[in-house]
């Protein structure tokens, strides 16, 4: 148990050391301001429809409405200050993915400088990320998202970066990652077991399913009330 906490308690000193290396990279390069002691919530993916970043951008939507409901005095909710970090290229002739980094674009402007939240939640769109960036983005993750509908190329093996170390890196990351079950989260879902990974969503099986009985509207079964097309 005492080896245990030692490699964790390293693990954890490692990420919060390569946070602040990304703090000061993100301030170089782009004139961001991030806070090193959030947690960082990584979705790095090309941008395009099945990759899911409007459900991430959806996400940063229902926080943001959660902590003006806690800040008006309407809801007990416990705040974890976090910080998300949204990269990827969108194909030049994909007009579907510019519209999507334009509207996480917007969505940052509001949550960013509305001084009652953005000391709990802020957003960061990287425009040009590459492996330069990515060798001092992975080790400092703390949450790594890979949303893709199970059966449409869910994620690579680039996923593996952010749980696992990388010689490429040398470092030792304890990211969690957030996925659907396909591609390699299912073999890191074996590797380090169900209660280490957070797995959501439809399985393979069960997206033929629905496609073959017919699509169905999602807010049929959506249980959120938040009204996301007005505050879009």
């Known amino acids: 148990m005492t080896c245990i906490?030692?490699?964790v308690r390293s693990s954890c000193q490692s990420n919060t050391?390569?946070?602040?290396?990304?703090t000061a990279g993100r301030m170089?390069?782009?004139?961001?301001?991030?806070?090193?002691?959030?947690?960082?919530?990584?979705?790095?993916?090309?941008i395009q429809e099945s990759k899911r970043h409007l459900l991430s951008c959806l996400h940063i939507i229902t926080l943001y409405n959660r902590l003006k409901r806690v800040k008006a005095g309407l809801d007990d909710y416990t705040v974890v200050p976090r910080t998300v970090i949204i990269g990827g290229k969108a194909p030049p002739g994909c007009r579907i993915a510019k519209l999507i980094i334009k509207l996480i674009c917007n969505v940052a402007v509001v949550v960013n400088s509305d001084?009652?939240?953005?000391?709990?939640?802020r957003v960061f769109v990287l425009p040009d990320y590459k492996k330069s960036f990515a060798e001092k983005?992975?080790?400092a993750a703390d949450l790594s998202e890979k949303l893709s509908l199970a059966g449409t190329k869910a994620s690579g093996t680039g996923n593996m970066k952010f749980m696992v170390g990388q010689l490429i890196y040398c470092q030792l990351n304890v990211a969690v990652t957030l996925g659907t079950f396909d591609g390699p989260n299912v073999e890191m879902a074996e590797q380090v077991g169900?209660?280490?990974i957070f797995i959501f969503g439809m399985t393979i099986h069960e997206v033929k399913e629905n496609y073959s009985s017919g699509y169905f509207m999602p807010f049929e079964v959506c249980t959120c009330k938040l009204n996301y097309a007005d505050d879009i």
């Open 17 to 22: 050391h390569s946070s602040e290396d990304v």
């Open 28 to 46: 170089e390069l782009f004139g961001f301001s991030i806070d090193p002691s959030t947690m960082f919530d990584v979705h790095i993916k090309p």
């Open 115 to 121: 001084p009652e939240t953005n000391k709990y939640l």
């Open 137 to 139: 983005m992975v080790p």
């Open 5 to 7: 906490n030692f490699t």
């Open 194 to 196: 169900m209660e280490n």
